[in-house]
């Protein structure tokens, strides 16, 4: 019988924070063996596309080449520049915030599949780059199934996306980095708790022309709340988000329904869509939905068992927050760090004064983001049921 090879870490999930763990888990002199589990489609679209200026710290602490790859997609017009943010939120006047006003300058409207690739590559690169390990480390392409523990290793049960073929594979520590559907961390028994019914309807458009506003221009209305984004390619994102049992989540799920609403309630959006003749993106289904509500992981981790999340899969924001990738960057560089730490002290019998705890770290983001997030709320010119609820 082949000898079974066990990784140091199975990391399922190859988003930002997913990418962000390993290859922190790869900054350090004597790295890890990690599998890396991913079953995205890089040609698909993906919704969450801003990104603030100061995140280029923490993607040249990652990675040497990850800074050049977005300047080089930018210069090539697959990511745009972000200028500034303008919202019509706490009265019915344009309130303007300038992105060169901020230290960091201007983020970026990514084309978000491009820019999770760009991740992954920046990993498979870390990857060969110290790959002297006994037991390389791997990036696959494949769904995760399921988990179990035999005799002290996990057993992460794969299959592949297109083909079917199954696979397992085995590790000391298991992290979930699946987004919002913490797929593994559900399977060990975690519950992943709601804190609001907070759901977005989205659609893509596309323009004839450029329409060279490059804002994220945010927009209260009765029920909800609107933002769209200037996209690469005459692209525009317009998202509108509203909680699920408000009569308009009904209506936002039909393309009628949803140019309905916008054109009534989001003026100043539905302004840029007909002046420069936006219509839906050809070729692909909109309006989509998808759940944008907070939420936390119940727990978070399992310091004993060796497993954890991280990212959406263990603490999700509201996009209102525009903080949602930027986050889970940070909270990758952290747990690969922390897990680096928890891996040598076993390995070498090192002490464990310098361990941090995960939980700690996750309750110190919450109590930022809750107060935060009802400071804004509570700017809102609207007290009905949707806003009420949020600015308690
Ligand atoms: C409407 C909306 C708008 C948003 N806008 C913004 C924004 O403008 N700026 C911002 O910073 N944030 C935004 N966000 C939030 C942001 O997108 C997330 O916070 C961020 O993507 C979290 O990263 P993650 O790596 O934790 O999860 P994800 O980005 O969700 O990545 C999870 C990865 O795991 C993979 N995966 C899932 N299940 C499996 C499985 N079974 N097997 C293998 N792989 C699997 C997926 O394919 C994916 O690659 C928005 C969110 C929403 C809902």
């Keep these: 019988m082949a000898t079974q090879q066990v990784y140091d870490v199975i990391i399922v999930g190859g988003g930002p924070a997913g990418c962000a ?26 919704i969450g596309e801003s990104l603030p200026g100061i995140a280029v710290q923490t993607l040249a602490y990652l990675s040497p080449t990850l800074s050049d790859r977005i300047s080089h997609d930018t210069a090539q017009g697959d990511h745009a520049r972000c200028s500034g943010n303008a919202s019509i939120w ?43 390990n006994s037991l390389p480390s791997r990036i696959v392409r494949e769904q995760f199934v399921s988990i179990e523990k035999h005799d002290g290793v996990w057993c992460v049960h794969t299959k592949h996306p297109d083909m079917g073929t199954t696979n397992r594979y085995y590790s000391k520590w298991a992290v979930d980095a699946t987004g919002r559907k913490a797929s593994l961390a559900r399977k060990l028994g975690a519950a992943t708790l709601k804190n609001d019914k907070l759901l977005a309807f989205y659609s893509l458009f596309v323009s004839p022309e450029d329409d060279g506003d490059r804002r994220t221009l945010i927009e209260a209305t009765e029920s909800g709340w609107w933002y769209t984004s200037s996209l690469p390619h005459n692209r525009r994102i317009v998202v509108y988000h509203t909680d699920d049992d408000d009569p308009s989540a009904k209506l936002a799920r039909t393309a009628d329904g949803f140019l309905n609403l916008l054109h ?8 840029i869509i007909t002046t420069h003749h936006h219509d839906f993106f050809p070729g692909q289904k909109f309006p989509r939905s998808t759940s944008a509500n907070s939420s936390v992981l119940d727990p978070i981790c399992n310091d004993r068992e060796h497993w954890c999340a991280v990212g959406d899969a263990a603490m999700a924001f509201d996009p209102l927050s525009s903080q949602g990738m930027i986050t889970a960057l940070n909270a990758g560089c952290f747990i690969g760090e922390e897990l680096a730490k928890r891996i040598s002290m076993e390995s070498e019998g090192a002490g464990s004064d310098e361990i941090c705890s995960i939980p700690d770290y996750y309750a110190a983001l919450a109590q930022k983001y ?23």
């Design 21 to 46: 763990t390993a290859l922190a888990l790869h900054r350090i002199d004597s790295p890890c063996s990690v599998l890396f589990i991913d079953d995205a489609d890089p040609a698909m679209f993906k």
């Design 90 to 132: 706490s009265s019915h006047e344009l309130h303007e915030e300038y992105s060169l006003t901020r230290l960091y300058g201007s983020g970026w409207h990514l084309d978000r599949a491009l820019f999770d690739e760009s991740l992954r590559q920046a990993v498979r690169e870390a990857f060969d780059k110290s790959n002297d």
């Design 264 to 271: 009534s309630h989001a003026h100043h959006i539905s302004s």
């Design 370 to 392: 809750e107060m935060e997030k009802k400071q804004y709320y509570r700017l809102a010119r609207f007290d009905g049921g949707f806003w009420a609820k949020r600015q308690l």
